[in-house]
């Protein structure tokens, strides 16, 4: 997200030659990355499935106006939904939107997925005792988290720019429901609902309405799919 904490966690490459393995360095198994191209509803049906997760990395600024709008036409009806694991992002730990994203899809996918017995499930047990408040300090002050997120961000491409100008949130099937997951949102979204087959079909409606109220279309997008 914009601008990058001084010592705060540096941002990781939106590919899954990245994301796969920072997966493994934090003992999640049975779930994979793999690209997505667009949003075409013909090419959406060679995604694999079962459909999970949908990250989504988009032009930080242009994107965040609209985006509010959004949100507070959800809080003026009332609708904050209840039992999604959400945390905002601190200031604190710099550039780890993309990792908020990952994480945010992991722990709403507890239970259908192997979050494994590594280093995000410990932090995952913690997290869920204390409050969404409270999430991202623990997050910050995890040492092993921040030390394999080190590792993979220093193992990317791309040079560490001192401005990220890029944000990423999550789109996910929580028990049959899609919810956009955004940790610079108030609270997750509630889009309706959704299965592990159409998935990505059924996000791609608010990431279109997203592309197309932006200039920029710098857009890329991830699937987390089941092995």
């Given amino acids: 997200m914009a601008t990058k904490s001084k010592g705060g966690w540096q941002a990781l490459e939106s590919?899954?030659?990245t994301i796969n393995p920072f997966l493994k360095k934090i003992g999640v198994i049975g779930?994979?990355?793999v690209d997505v191209y667009s949003f075409d509803q013909e090419?959406?049906?060679f995604i694999p499935t079962p459909q999970l997760a949908l990250i989504l990395c988009f032009p930080s600024a242009e994107?965040?106006?609209f985006l509010s709008k959004q949100y507070e036409e959800v809080e003026k009806n009332g609708k904050r939904p209840e039992g999604v694991f959400f945390m905002n992002q601190s200031e604190e730990i710099g550039n780890a939107c993309g990792t908020f994203a990952?994480?945010?899809s992991l722990a709403n996918l507890e239970n259908r997925v192997n979050l494994g017995k590594g280093k995000f499930a410990k932090w995952?047990?913690?997290?869920k005792l204390v409050k969404e408040d409270e999430r991202s300090d623990l997050l910050s002050e995890d040492t092993d988290l921040a030390e394999a997120h080190e590792e993979t961000a220093e193992e990317g491409d791309t040079e560490q720019p001192d401005n990220v100008d890029y944000h990423f949130i999550t789109y996910v099937n929580k028990d049959g429901q899609l919810y956009e997951?955004?940790?610079c949102a108030p609270f997750p979204r509630l889009l309706g609902a959704t299965t592990d087959a159409t998935m990505i079909q059924d996000a791609s409606v608010a990431v279109i309405e997203l592309m197309n109220n932006v200039q920029n279309v710098s857009f890329s997008a991830m699937a987390l799919i089941g092995k």
Avoid: G, T, V, Y
């Avoid at 995952?124 to 997290?127: G, R």
């Fill in 63 to 65: 994107a965040r106006a």
């Fill in 43 to 45: 090419m959406l049906k």
């Fill in 102 to 104: 990952l994480f945010h």
């Fill in 15 to 17: 590919n899954p030659e």
């Fill in 31 to 33: 779930l994979e990355c």
């Fill in 181 to 183: 997951i955004d940790s």
């Fill in 124 to 127: 995952f047990a913690k997290a």
